[in-house]
């Protein structure tokens, strides 16, 4: 599948359509139970970083979503950050960035969090990480984030949906250094 560039015309479009599919792939009574049987008969996660784990899961649909939960160390003892951080990601959800997948939180039990969208099969080539074109699209993105009064603490991490670029770590979103959680 060939990697939809900041150039191409096709981008916004290409963008909506894997949105309609994610909402149509969606429900969340059913991530709900997914979640639950996490704990039963957990499957290998797709990958594991300090605050997360991800899990593919096959909606049978338009779409495999990805599934992060939160790992109970994630804001541990600070029920407040867990609660601004959610509300960071559904500040996130305002944006029309074309780099910004479509996501849903899910607070779980016990003070828990998990986010759920698209599930991105494949990495973006370093070679277009390098173009000009897709460097000006991450200042863009970060230009945005900074608007919201929000930073990613660590490297992006992208991968490719049907070709389509998008951000696929929020596990260190935060507000800019100049601001606090919960400050105006």
């Not at 894997?18 to 039963?40: G, H, K, N, P, T």
């Not at 600070?78 to 996130?92: G, H, K, N, P, V």
Request: charged letters at 25%; one cysteine or more; hydrophobic letters at 40%.
């Amino acid at each position: 599948m060939a990697l939809i560039l900041p150039t191409d015309p096709n981008l916004r479009g290409q963008r909506s359509q894997i949105v309609r599919d994610f909402y149509r792939a969606f429900d969340l009574s059913w991530m709900e139970r997914q979640i639950r049987d996490l704990d039963r008969l957990p499957p290998q996660p797709l990958g594991e970083g300090r605050h997360f784990r991800s899990y593919r899961v096959i909606s049978g649909k338009s779409l495999d979503l990805a599934l992060n939960v939160a790992k109970r160390s994630f804001g541990e003892g600070q029920s407040a950050t867990r609660r601004l951080w959610c509300q960071a990601i559904r500040q996130l959800q305002s944006l029309s960035h074309p780099l910004l997948p479509p996501i849903e939180v899910i607070p779980l039990q016990d003070d828990g969090i998990a986010y759920v969208m698209p599930y991105c099969e494949q990495e973006v080539p370093m070679a277009s990480l390098r173009q000009e074109a897709f460097r000006t699209w991450l200042a863009e993105w970060e230009r945005e984030l900074e608007g919201l009064g929000l930073w990613m603490d660590d490297y992006w991490q992208l991968r490719l949906c049907r070709g389509h670029p998008f951000v696929i770590d929020f596990s260190e979103l935060k507000p800019l250094p100049s601001r606090k959680w919960g400050a105006p």
